[in-house]
C-alpha cells in the first residue's frame, strides 16, 4: 500500500486543495427529471461517491441552451435548475469533496 501512499495525500489545483488525488470522471447519470432537471436521486447518487471517498468530482456536461435539449441530459438552460446543481453541491462538499 506504502506504493499508493500519495494517492491518498492532499493535492491543489491551483489554489483549490483536494482533500486526496482520487478523481471521478464525468458519466452520464441518467437520474434527473422530465426537464433536465438534477434532483434528489442525482444529489444521492454524488453524495454516495463523495462519502466513498473521492476528493473530486467532475459532474457531466449540460444543455446551456434550450434549442439544444435531449432526453436523459442535464439542462441548465434556465434559472429554475440552479436550485437543484446547489443541492449537488451541497452533498458533494458535505463529505469534503469538490
Known sequence: MSRFSKLFEPGRIGGLEIKNRIVMAPMV???YGPEGELTSRTADYYEARARGGVGL???QSSIILWESRAPVR???YDDKFIPGFRMVAEAIHRH???
Open 57 to 59: 468530482i467532475i459532474c
Open 74 to 76: 442535464c439542462s441548465i
Open 96 to 98: 469534503g469533496a469538490k
Open 29 to 31: 447519470t441518467m437520474a
